[in-house]
């Protein structure tokens, strides 16, 4: 292949027109009208995986003291998807995710809790009557006496509290100490985290929860998620992560349905043309740069011991140095 064929960071033209191509698809499939995509299910699609839920749970108990109580009583390794609740493709069920924990050693054997997790980007004062009506549905009806906690994912625009009010505070004060028969603890994704503190998690709970976190902010979003995307070059190879990367387009043109030709990314032609990059190329030319940092590690390993081996077999220094360079 000639010098001509190829870009200057040494990727032949013909790769970057097929993954154009292959992300101009997903692009099309996903903008506009194409796509039955909700917001919930892009919160289901990233968390649905304990370990992903372990994270975010973890995440913010960092900053909440009876969430951080509440894990020091369960074996995070044993989180694990309630199969009552699930459809095949993660993506519907009565609440948005479900959840069982073992206890810690140290109780009866076999004790486990119940973990619900709902999903607001908008204020839902009704919220805590929607999730008793998932605990009677999947909890009570199939006569699971356990304890349940319930976490309320919001990421709305606006400040919310929904366990600010208490409950029939309309009512004397008798009543007020009625309860519902779960705990509850709100997690706030817009207000309650900084990105640095989710560099420390997997890429799809760190690309979910910053596309969450700067949803409605577009200006913040273009920033803050373009260099988010970067951690799932990894997984641009796998069925898992195509499928991320299309949800969180999805994600991306829920809000800004217009946006989808500023994220398509060009041929190489049209890249010789123009003198800026689009969403796309970013997204790609970072993969084209992390790769070739890894060869130039690679490269320099593979000199460092030829040049060892020549040296202890007696070969001097400059001629050592010759033959890396022409090798």
């Known amino acids: ?19 154009a191509k292959e992300f101009n698809v997903i692009v099309d499939s996903v903008k506009d009208d194409k796509s039955d995509f909700v917001h919930d299910r892009y919160f289901r699609f990233a968390f649905a995986e304990p370990k992903r839920m372990a994270e975010l749970l973890t995440l913010f108990s960092r900053h909440n003291p009876t969430l951080k109580a509440f894990l020091e009583t369960i074996d995070l390794k044993t989180l694990r998807g309630s199969k ?28 486990y809790v119940g973990i619900i997790a709902e999903h607001k980007s908008t204020n839902k004062d009704d919220v805590l009557l929607q999730i008793s009506e998932y605990y009677h549905h999947l909890f009570l009806e199939r006569k699971k006496d356990v304890p349940v906690v319930a976490f309320i994912v919001y990421n709305g625009e606006k400040g919310w509290n929904p366990l600010a009010q208490g409950r029939f505070e309309d009512y004397p004060e008798y009543y007020r100490d009625i309860g519902y028969p779960f705990k509850v603890e709100f997690l706030d994704v817009g207000h309650a985290i900084d990105d640095a503190e989710l560099k420390d998690f997997s890429p799809i ?6 596309a969450m976190r ?3 902010d577009v200006e ?24 991320f990367i299309k949800q969180s387009l999805s994600y991306f043109f829920w809000k800004w349905p217009y946006k989808s030709e500023v994220i398509k990314m060009d041929s190489p032609e049209a890249l010789k043309n123009k003198g800026y990059e689009t969403f796309g190329e970013h997204f790609f030319n970072a993969g084209v740069e992390q790769e070739r940092k890894k060869n130039e590690i690679e490269s320099a390993a593979r000199d460092k011991k030829l040049a060892e081996y020549l040296q202890s077999i007696g070969v001097s220094a400059e001629d050592v140095a010759t033959a890396l360079a022409i090798k």
């Open 1 to 19: 292949m000639s010098e001509n064929e190829r870009k200057d960071n040494g990727t032949p033209e013909s790769a970057i027109r097929d993954i």
């Open 214 to 216: 700067y949803i409605w």
């Open 84 to 111: 009552e609740n699930f459809s095949s493709d993660k993506h519907t069920g009565s609440a948005d995710l479900v959840f069982e924990a073992n206890l810690k050693n140290g109780g009866v054997t076999g004790l």
């Open 220 to 243: 913040k979003f273009s920033v803050s998620f373009r260099e988010a995307a970067l951690h799932l070059l990894k997984m641009q190879n796998t069925d898992e992560g195509r499928d």
């Open 205 to 210: 709970t760190l690309v979910a929860l910053t």
